[in-house]
């Protein structure tokens, strides 16, 4: 009889799909506690639903492919076990490569701005991105990106029903603003928006993606922090105009990623609103928020300066029409916001390579509070 290796053993159950999730257990890591001689084979094997009638199949689809591999004198027993719900969630996000969160702490900043840049501009470099607009009490990326009107479709997968996020500028867009009336103030209670936010983000057909980003609602409350817990989180970007207020904020909001139970890094800071500059006059820089206020909140936090964007009518004015600034390729906006997203690809890389994957955290509710 040949020798049962774990290379042929794992080569084996790698034939074998988890039928919620669609893709073979072993690239998704749900086998465990693999035990082999030359004649017996024992493992377990996590499934989404833990249903008897699903385990049984799971069961049978794993003994199915060993005896295929190795015949029927091999004694195989298998243990079919259900996922907790964080593994769940941390599964799901295997075909997603980066999430990236863009936070504030003080609303208007520019967040949604410079997440719809940021977005693009990873697009225009080849990646594949897809975009969730976090902000349920504000949603405004399908303005910016020119596809309020569209209605993302439903695809059923295995009998589950998926959200196709809806394309535009290379870039794959969910919001909350595509399922509620534009003109309607989504007012919902915090466990309803972590809910639809996890539908968004976990129950979507969002193929393979390079970087997932997120852009948050300003503030460091519990729906924050409900939503930096449920998913793997790579890393966060830090908003800030170089105001002393905006400044304290940022600071607020720093201190939540870096929360023991959180642990997510801190990517960096971008100021925005660095500098005003009319648009006849691009080399005039007048500092009416303060100058280089985040630079410095950078330097003493020690985290890197992602970069600076200047305030300019033309910032606004196009992500209001729906083509955001990053788009007009020469423009000195747009040579800021490309450094930028060269800037935030180099931190990724380096946070890869230097730190261990961010856990998602096995807790619901009772999560530590911070000031708002
Ligand atoms: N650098 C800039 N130059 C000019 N206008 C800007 C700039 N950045 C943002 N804006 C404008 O400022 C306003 C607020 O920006 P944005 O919506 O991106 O902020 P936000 O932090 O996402 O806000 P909220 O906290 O409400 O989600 C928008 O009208 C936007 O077009
Ligand atoms: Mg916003």
Not at 90 to 109: D, F, H, L, P, R
Not at 141 to 159: A, C, R, W
Not at 217 to 239: R, Y
Not at 271 to 285: D, G, I, Q, V, Y
Request: proline residues 5%.
């Amino acid at each position: 009889m040949e020798k049962i290796t774990k290379e042929d053993i794992l080569e084996a159950l790698s034939k074998v799909v988890e039928p919620d999730l669609k893709k073979d257990i072993v690239s998704l890591e749900l086998v465990s506690d693999l035990v082999f001689d030359d004649t017996q084979i024992s493992f377990k094997v996590a499934v989404q639903n833990a249903a008897m009638h699903s385990r049984n199949r799971m069961q049978e689809a794993c003994e199915f492919a060993l005896e295929r591999k190795f015949g029927k004198s091999v004694k195989i027993s298998c243990e079919i076990i259900g996922m907790k719900k964080s593994e769940t969630n941390q599964t799901k996000m295997k075909g997603i490569k980066n999430i990236i969160a863009v936070a504030s702490g003080k609303g208007g900043v520019g967040k949604s701005t410079i997440t719809a840049n940021l977005a693009i501009g990873l697009a225009q470099k080849g990646y594949k991105v897809g975009l969730v607009d976090a902000d349920i009490y504000g949603p405004s990326q399908p303005l910016m990106f020119d596809v309020q009107h569209e209605k993302p479709l439903g695809k059923n997968i295995n009998g589950k029903q998926h959200i196709v996020p809806i394309e535009s500028y290379g870039v794959k867009l969910l919001s909350i603003g595509f399922f509620a009336d534009v003109n309607q103030a989504v007012i919902w209670r915090g466990p309803m928006a972590t809910k639809a936010l996890a539908q968004m983000v976990f129950d979507a057909d969002w193929g393979e993606l390079d970087y997932l980003v997120l852009d948050l609602p300003p503030g460091t409350g519990d729906i924050h922090l409900s939503l930096v817990q449920s998913m793997p989180i790579t890393g966060a970007v830090i908003v800030s105009t170089p105001q002393n207020i905006a400044l304290a904020d940022a600071r607020k909001g720093i201190n939540m990623f870096q929360l023991d139970t959180i642990n997510v890094p801190v990517l960096g800071i971008v100021e925005n609103m660095a500098w005003f500059s009319p648009e006849e006059l691009p080399n005039n820089k007048y500092f009416i928020f303060g100058n280089e206020g985040a630079k410095n909140l950078a330097a003493q936090l020690d985290v890197p300066l992602l970069g600076q964007i200047p305030l300019v009518q033309s910032i606004r004015e196009s992500g209001d029409a729906g083509r955001p600034a990053i788009l007009q390729e020469t423009s000195p906006t747009a040579i800021a916001f490309k450094e930028m997203t060269d800037n935030i690809i180099e931190q990724i890389n380096w946070r890869n390579e230097s730190l261990d994957p961010t856990k998602i955290v096995p807790v619901e509710y009772g999560a530590p509070k911070c000031s708002t």
